[in-house]
T-cell receptor
């Protein structure tokens, strides 16, 4: 059963241009949604976790700037700007854990970005 | 902050042999450890998870035991198959509500006939 959809699945990004990514949650039992990046060396790095509609966060990392928004209970967005190196962005989801932070994270299929 | 160390970048084995992939971690909190497997051109998938000291956890022929005394969570399998060839990540869960996973650098396992 697919918990997450991501689109687009891949995108060529002209240098200096921003790109907008979407992640759609298919099961409301896993409302904690996060973004991770995987660089060309396959290193995985957490970017954001957004739980509630209206939550926004920004972050700058080597090679890209990010703006994440939790749009609705089922939609998470990520804007990637100033990207200088290709990467793959993964959306994840996990269950409401209450006081016990012991919940596996499920990965979406990913969006691969390549710099032109 | 939290950190995860995987000492082997690349492991190459012949089918049928045992394997152990090392994972050690550092955290000031009670640890939650995971192993993820990523096959070529796919997303990472959860393989094992644990937060219980000295209890073996198993899935799909792989097993690992969390040892808090040595801060380790090594991944093992008694007989590797060709289909086990993949990238394996050890990950440590943040103890806050962010749910942040800190990943090791990953170990590429290549199984030869």
């Amino acid at each position: 059963v697919t918990l997450l959809e991501q689109n687009p699945r891949w995108r060529l990004v002209p240098r200096g241009q921003a790109v907008n990514l979407r992640c759609i949650l298919k099961n409301s039992q896993y409302p904690w949604m996060s973004w991770y990046q995987q660089d060309l060396q396959k290193q995985l790095q957490w970017l954001f976790t957004l739980r509630s509609p209206g939550d926004k966060e920004v972050k700058s990392l080597p090679g890209a700037d990010y703006l994440a928004t939790r749009v609705t209970d089922t939609e998470l967005r990520l804007q990637v700007a100033n990207m200088s190196q290709g990467r793959t962005l993964y959306c994840t989801c996990s269950a409401e854990t209450g006081g016990l932070n012991y919940a596996e994270q499920f990965f979406g299929p990913g969006t691969r970005l390549t710099v032109l | 902050g939290d950190s995860v160390t995987q000492t082997e970048g690349l492991v190459t084995l012949t089918k049928g042999l045992p394997v152990m992939l090392n994972c050690t971690y550092q955290t000031t909190y009670s640890p939650f450890l995971f192993w993820y497997v990523q096959h070529l051109n796919e997303a990472p998938k959860l393989l094992l998870k644990s937060s219980t000291d000295n209890k073996r956890t198993e899935h799909q022929g792989f097993y690992a035991t969390l040892h808090k005394s040595s801060s380790s969570f090594h991944l093992q399998k008694s007989s590797v198959q060709l289909s086990d060839s993949a990238l394996y990540f050890c990950a440590l869960r943040d103890n806050t509500n962010t749910g942040k996973l800190t990943f090791g650098d990953g170990t590429v396992l290549t199984v030869k006939p």
